[in-house]
C-alpha cells in the first residue's frame, strides 16, 4: 500500500516562509503526478500546485502564484512545495496526494485524479 508522509509544517509569521516535503514509502513517485491541496475547517480540500511525472509541467492556484515552488526529487522520493511570502490566508492543513494514472504530461489540479493521499500536516500563519 502506498504511504504519503507530509512534513515542514509549522507556525510561521506572515511574510514568512516553510518549505513542506512529502515523502512516499513502498512505492515510488517515479513516473507519477503529484500535487498538494489545502484544506481549511468547513471548507473543502482545494487545490495548491502540482507537478507531472517528469517535473516538465507546474501548476499552481491563482493564490499562491509567484510565491510558491513545487518541485520533486525521485532519487529521494519527495516532492516538495517552498512557500515564500506566506499571508493568514493560507493557514491550513497541506496534502500531498500521488495521481492515479502515470505519464500524465500535463500536471492537475482536479482531486479525483489523485489516488493516494497523506494524512496532511498544519500550516498556520499568524502573528
Known amino acids: 500500500q502506498v504511504r504519503l508522509v507530509e512534513s515542514g509544517g509549522g507556525l510561521v509569521q506572515p511574510g514568512g516562509s516553510l518549505r513542506l516535503s512529502c515523502v512516499s514509502s513502498?512505492?515510488?513517485?517515479?513516473?507519477?503526478?503529484v500535487g498538494w491541496f489545502r484544506q481549511t475547517p468547513g471548507k473543502e480540500r482545494e487545490f495548491v500546485a502540482a507537478?507531472?511525472?517528469?517535473?516538465?509541467?507546474?501548476m499552481y492556484a491563482d493564490s499562491v502564484k509567484g510565491r510558491f515552488i513545487i518541485s520533486r526529487d525521485d532519487a529521494k522520493n519527495t516532492v516538495s512545495l517552498q512557500m515564500n511570502g506566506l499571508k493568514p490566508e493560507d493557514t491550513g492543513v497541506f496534502y500531498c496526494?500521488?495521481?492515479?494514472?502515470?505519464?500524465?504530461?500535463?500536471?492537475?489540479?482536479?482531486?479525483?485524479?489523485?489516488?493516494?493521499w497523506g494524512q496532511g500536516t498544519q500550516v498556520t500563519v499568524s502573528s
Open positions: 496526494a500521488r495521481r492515479r494514472s502515470p505519464f500524465n504530461r500535463s500536471a492537475s489540479d482536479s482531486p479525483s485524479e489523485y489516488a493516494y
Open positions: 513502498r512505492v515510488t513517485f517515479d513516473n507519477y503526478g
Open positions: 507537478i507531472a511525472w517528469d517535473g516538465r509541467s507546474t
